[in-house]
Nanobody
Framework: QVQLVESGGGSVQAGGSLRLSCAAS????????MGWYRQAPGKQRELVAL???????NYADSVKGRFTISRENARNTVYLQMNSLKPEDTAVYYC???????????????WGPGTQVTVSS
């Protein structure tokens, strides 16, 4: 079994900062791409930031220059540093990772349960 658990969400005023963390645990052989998505009320889930294995980070245009994605492989953890937050950043943020379990030959996509980020004006 594999689990992703996000933390670090909360409420903040516009211009503030939050740091999200997502830790993967369980029977993990290797982790590939890791990323953050978000879903605002009444909207589709969208990509916020993606860290491709061996590549450069990709960001949604709306967060470029404000958000930074990083990972700590030793802890199977991915982070999202969010600065200069805006009310339009309000959403549930989800962690996503490609994970290969022990004794499995393929990678599967896993999602965390999500963490709420609310930015007030």
């Amino acid at each position: 079994q594999v689990q992703l658990v996000e933390s670090g969400g909360g409420s903040v005023q516009a211009g503030g900062s939050l740091r999200l963390s997502c830790a993967a645990s369980g029977s993990i052989f290797s982790i590939g791409d890791m990323g953050w998505y978000r879903q605002a009320p009444g909207k589709q889930r969208e990509l916020v930031a993606l860290l491709v294995t061996g590549g450069s980070p990709n960001y949604a245009d709306s967060v470029k220059g404000r958000f930074t994605i990083s990972r700590e492989n030793a802890r199977n953890t991915v982070y999202l540093q969010m600065n200069s937050l805006k009310p339009e950043d309000t959403a549930v943020y989800y962690c996503n990772a490609e994970i290969r379990q022990y004794f499995k030959s393929i990678m599967n996509q896993y999602w965390g349960p999500g963490t709420q980020v609310t930015v007030s004006s």
